[in-house]
């Protein structure tokens, strides 16, 4: 078979490495003048023809298949070219899908926010027990570079980008977290960006489903389905009930036993529970696995606890909704840090939640003087130099029971190469204490 391969980042370098493997004859195309990994192509497989910048279009008659990145449109003219010649165009979970074995199983996970967390806390729940498991997808390691044939269960993080161009993926169990307006600078509303990802649900694996999402309840296929939500649960259902997760009646650990903070991330520590339920796990391993599980890194992450005061990295906060879920997120008072680069955004609706639950403010980076003149009048307010000074000023301000969040607001760039760093830094600094 000779594929076309479009795309030459991450993704589109698994995929020509795997059909590679399976004898297949490759093209690549790339928009780019100098796409990511085009060096190491041209290292590893000197005599694979690449298209830069332009696609001739003879070169599709060549091919039997198009495998396209998720980067990349299906409206691109070069697909829209493809799809008049009738070239079946797939994704690399379509490959993926295609080629696993018929008993191993699925987990495939998507929706706007939450994805990576659900993800990885599944993937650490089943670490404690003794299936062979690998994590992967939309995050972390590409799905093609998973495939083994020892392998029990894949853990999929899958974008609505990548399942676009999904057909065969019949997961055991799959999830749709939740759904908001994202990405509609490539689909034309939120209806075609919820079609997309309603796409998980091919196959007749079992469904779990978040009762807080009315609109994606109204849409679910009538099949098997496990719930979740922030209430007291059914039976069969995931909840919580006075401070504990509860599977029905049956309670499984408390709330405070948790590291991950935040209302939000209750709705994902669910959905994980209710993801490996179909696998009839001990909860004893579902007890382990919530317990040590950190957050992911720059996310809400649990950093550390010291004399009553529990310090959370929450770096990856680059806007302000983002600040505000996460300020809203604890009954505690919060020794917030927040400042960076502004990108225009309008700070004002910052003001409600910093004076229901900020103790004090330490500001830094470019916006530290307008943060500060907009939230004078809600809390007491502290202009820093750098993350140094402000982790040395929350440590002094701090009391047991305290909360001190790094939640930003605000892009790195002013400060930082990028948020991890970012966020890095501020771990670094509270290690020190």
Not at 370 to 385: F, M, P, Q, S
Not at 418 to 429: C, H, L, P, V
Request: charged content about 15%.
């Amino acid at each position: 078979m000779h594929s076309l391969v479009i795309g030459l980042g991450k993704t589109g370098w698994s995929c020509i490495n795997f059909l590679i493997k399976q004898g297949q004859s490759v093209l690549v195309a790339d928009t780019r003048e100098q796409p990511p990994y085009f060096p190491q192509l041209q290292q590893q497989y000197p005599d694979i023809r690449v298209y830069l910048t332009e696609l001739p279009l003879e070169c599709l008659e060549m091919v039997d298949q198009i495998v396209v990145s998720p980067g990349v449109s299906l409206c691109h003219p070069w697909l829209q070219s493809a799809l008049e010649l009738n070239k079946p165009i797939v994704g690399d979970v379509e490959l993926f899908a295609q080629s696993i074995s018929s008993t191993q199983k699925v987990i495939a996970i998507t929706g706007s926010n939450g994805k990576s967390t659900v993800t990885s806390l599944v993937g650490e729940i089943l670490q404690q027990t003794d299936l062979k498991v690998k994590v992967g997808g939309n995050l972390g390691t590409p799905v093609l570079d998973l495939i083994a044939t020892d392998i029990d269960v894949y853990v999929l993080e899958l974008s609505s980008f990548q399942l676009e161009t999904t057909h065969c993926l019949n997961p055991m169990v799959s999830v749709i977290l939740n759904l908001s307006p994202d990405h509609l600078d490539r689909y034309p509303d939120l209806s075609a960006y919820q079609q997309a990802k309603q796409r998980i649900y091919y196959g007749d694996g079992v469904i779990v489903a978040n009762k807080q999402q009315a609109l994606l309840l109204t849409q679910l296929p009538q099949r098997s389905t496990i719930y979740f939500g922030l209430e007291p649960p059914e039976e069969g259902e995931w909840g919580i009930k006075s401070d504990y997760l509860m599977y029905g009646v049956q309670p499984i650990l408390s709330t405070k036993q948790l590291k991950l903070a935040g209302q939000y991330n209750l709705e994902n520590v669910l959905a994980a529970c209710a993801l490996v339920t179909p696998l009839n796990i001990p909860f004893t391993a579902i007890q382990q696995g919530l317990s040590v599980f950190t957050g992911l890194p720059h996310r809400m992450q649990w950093v550390a606890e010291k004399n009553g005061v529990t310090w959370y990295n929450d770096s990856k906060s680059t806007n302000v909704g983002s600040a505000i879920a996460g300020l809203s997120g604890f009954e505690q008072r919060i020794i917030w840090i927040a400042g960076g680069q502004g990108k225009g955004m309008d700070f004002t609706p910052l003001s409600e939640v910093v004076s229901k639950q900020v103790k004090v403010a330490l500001l830094l980076g470019e916006m530290a003087d307008t943060l500060a003149e907009l939230l004078a009048k809600d809390t007491t307010v502290i202009k820093v130099r750098n993350m140094e000074q402000a982790v040395i000023t929350a440590n002094q301000f701090s009391e047991q029971g305290d909360i001190v969040l790094l939640s930003p607001a605000c892009a790195s760039f002013d400060q930082y190469q990028n948020f991890m760093q970012r966020g890095e830094d501020f771990i670094n600094q509270v290690k020190k204490l």
